[in-house]
Structure formats: C-alpha cells, structure tokens
C-alpha cells in the first residue's frame, strides 16, 4: 500500500512476506482428528491474511476448534511497533500465539458465566433486585432492577455520566458510588440499551458482596485454575504490562453520526479509547466489562467447555444447566437503543440468527461476543465449533469490514451445520 493511501486509511505497514510475520502452533493444530482437510484450514486461514492486508489490525490472533480439537491456531503481524504512527526506528515485536490480548468486551461472557455460576452454587438469584445484595443500589429508582436485567443489558443504565472522569474506571469505591447514585432511563427491562461498562461494576459489586471475595480469586478459583489458563486475568501484572499486545486506533477517523454512537457507547472518541487502553492503570485495573487480558486460545477455549456443557478435559466446571441458561434469549429481537442495531441477547452472551445473524447464516444456536466491534469470540453448536479470532487494530467503520465478515462467512461455509443427533446437548 503506497504512503499517501496509508496515511488517508491510517493503517499500519504489510510486509509482502506473510509468512515472515506469522506465527503457528504446529502441534496444537489437529484437523485429522476433527476430520477436515488441511484445504478446510488453509480457506479460513486465507481469509485471515485478508484481514490482515486490510492494514487496519497490526496484529491479530486465531484459534479456531471443531468437535473439540483445535483445527487453527496461528498470529500474524505484531503485538507493538507497527501502529499507524510508528517509525521505522520502533522496535517490532512479533505477535505470537502467546502473546496475551485485552479482549475488551468480549470479557462480558466471562464475567456473566460467573454470575450463572453464583446462581448454581445457590449464592444469587439472577432476578432479585441488584439492591437485595447491595442495597445502596436502590437509590434515584433503582430498587427494582434485576441482576438478569443488568446481564441482558436492560438495566437502565447503559452509561457513567458524561462529565465522569476517566480514572474513575479505575476507582472501585468510586464507580460504585456513581452507579448507586445514577438515574436510570428505565427500570423495567422493556427495552435492551447495550451496557458497555456500567454492568460489569455492578455484576462485580453482587458477586464480591454475596462471596467474601474479589472477583479476580473467584474467576482464578473457578474459572483460570480448573481450565489450565495462563493468562486470563482480568487486567494483567505489572510484571507482564510488557508482554501485552498495544492497542491502535486506525482506519479513518469516525465522523457524525458514527462518531456520536462510538462516544454514546464506549464514552470517548476512539482516540481517547486507543490513549486509555494503553494506559498501564486500565491494563492492572480489574474491569470486568471490559477488560479481562488473554489469548484467543484461552477464549476459544471458554467456549469450547461451554459447548462441551460446563466440562474441560474429563473436569466439571458448571453444569449442564447453567451453560443453557447463560445462553438462552431473552426477549426479542431489538434495535439497541445504544449501538442502534438489531440485537439478541441472553443473560450474558450475544446471540445469531436465522436466517443470518451476528455469527453468520443459519447461526440461531450460536452465542459469543464481540469485543470492541472488531474481535469475535464465538461458539455455534450447529457447527459444533468454537472460534476466536482477536487483533489490535480499533477501526470503527472501514475499509476492513469487507474481510472481517468474509471470515465469519467462511467459517460458516468451512463448517456446514450437522445433524441434530451429532450436535453437542447445548443445542437442544
């Protein structure tokens, strides 16, 4: 891509050689032993060079499993070093399939499955008032919302107040007192308005409240320890602040009314995003909504044992019932009041759809989320595959959209649907 173009696109720099910055796990690769061909794999891994080309994600992450072996899993690109921005005198550092990622909001399945676990173990009910456990909560007319209602984004309180400075994301004591004494716009749950960060706070406070405990030990007890996880922490240890992938706004800057939506929803202009998510306070802080830090094999991993129904190698994590209730809808197919799209949602994932959906065609029993709009971590039992594919780059609307749908379209096509008799029990 010639200078004058990068520029205008605000894109980092491909090398004409992929294979010179790609990554792969050779021995975490099994496509014979989920029985697809080697052509299967080298299709999906075609369309993430695709992506990669685009320019806009210096660096990005794939691991993708079918019937429970991993078919893919391989980095292209840089973890730093390679911004649009960067010169030729900035170290690179290659990013590999090791290197740990924030995954932004896709950490809003992680945390929700750790509610449904609160509500296995017997310690929550999903839908008593938020209040019932912390009563400070009820206050400006709050009394009535719903732990359910905050995991399914209809909570009312999709947003921190305008003026709410951004070190506040970083000051329990004080988001909380915030979030206690904000106005909701609704409290009946009617209506579904995507929670970027309020609800993870609130999610948080319940669990610390009902255990004794912070969420990062429950999340380390039940979660990262049983699963083997390396990373897969919410937020990351000073020690290791060098080994996470750096964040990078491309793509041209958003203008009205993408800019006005882009504020609506994450409270800052992406600019403002790319400064605070490399700041090293967000990346030790522990935001549960937002910014939980691991690998796409980690992820794909999550959902494997989801689709699995709650078990990891031979090892129950959560039940059977708890997996179908974090991924059942609830209500209907809306226009999100902020992200002004049609969504589905359960209490805690985002869901597909027929005959097209988020996760692709004929994706009805799919569930996953997305993760600052560019990274997609997804399970579909249809297919009986789990997918996460991560990156770097934060473009909003750009030139890349293209290529980011032709990968879920191809894995869609890779995977056709199965029999219902094959499909894991999630399914049913």
């Known amino acids: 891509m010639i200078p004058i173009a990068r520029r205008a696109l605000n894109t980092s720099l491909i090398a004409k050689d992929l294979s010179s910055v790609t990554s792969r796990d050779v021995a975490g690769e099994h496509p014979d032993a989920a029985g697809i061909s080697r052509e299967t794999v080298e299709a999906i891994w075609q369309s993430v060079e695709s992506l ?6 210096p660096g990005i992450q794939v691991s993708v499993r079918h019937r429970g072996h991993q078919v893919l899993h391989r980095a292209i690109g840089h973890a730093s070093g390679n911004g649009p921005h960067d010169g030729r005198d900035v170290v690179r550092v290659p990013m ?3 290197t740990p990622v924030c995954y932004f909001s896709a950490s809003k399945a992680v945390t929700a499955l750790l509610m449904h676990m609160l509500s296995e173990q017997g310690l929550v009910n999903l839908m008593d008032p938020v209040s019932y456990y912390c009563p400070e909560f009820a206050r400006r007319g709050k009394r009535t919302i719903t732990v359910h209602q905050i995991l399914s984004h209809r909570g009312g309180i999709p947003a921190i107040p305008r003026e709410t400075p951004i070190e506040v994301l970083w000051d329990r004591d004080e988001i909380w007192r915030i979030l206690c004494q904000a106005r909701p716009v609704e409290v009946d749950g009617a209506k579904v308005a995507y929670h970027a960060i309020t609800g993870g706070f609130v999610l ?12 990062e030990n429950y999340l380390d007890k039940h979660l990262r320890k049983p699963m083997g996880m390396k990373w897969f922490t919410y937020g990351i240890a000073p020690e290791n602040l060098n080994d996470l992938a750096v964040n990078y706004a491309t793509g041209p800057t958003p203008h009205f009314p993408v800019s006005w939506v882009v504020r609506r929803a994450l409270g800052g202009d992406i600019g403002t995003v790319e400064s605070v998510t490399n700041d090293p306070r967000f990346q030790e802080a522990v935001i549960p909504a937002g910014n939980l830090c691991g690998t796409a094999e980690e992820m794909g991993r999550f959902f494997q044992m989801m689709l699995n129904g709650g078990i990891w190698n031979g090892r129950r994590v959560c039940s059977e019932i708890t997996v179908k209730r974090a991924i059942q809808q609830f209500g209907s197919l809306q226009i999100d009041r902020t992200m002004l ?18 996760w692709g065609p004929n994706s009805r029993y799919a569930f996953g989320h997305v993760g600052l709009i560019n990274k997609l971590c997804w399970a579909d039992p249809a297919r009986d595959i789990s997918v996460s594919l991560l990156n770097t780059g934060l473009p909003i609307v750009a ?8 990968f879920v379209y191809t894995v869609c096509r890779q995977f056709p649907l199965i029999p219902e008799t094959q499909r894991p029990l999630v399914a049913a």
């Not at 990669?52 to 994600?57: D, E, K, L, M, P």
């Not at 030139?399 to 032709?406: E, G, I, N």
């Open 52 to 57: 990669y080309r685009t320019g806009v994600h």
């Open 96 to 98: 590999t399939t090791d």
């Open 204 to 215: 948080q406070r319940v669990l610390e409240k009902v255990t004794g405990d912070t969420i």
């Open 341 to 358: 799209v049609p969504m589905r949602f359960s209490a805690g994932m985002m869901l597909g759809g027929n005959p097209v959906g988020l």
């Open 399 to 406: 030139h890349h959209l293209p290529a980011l749908a032709k």
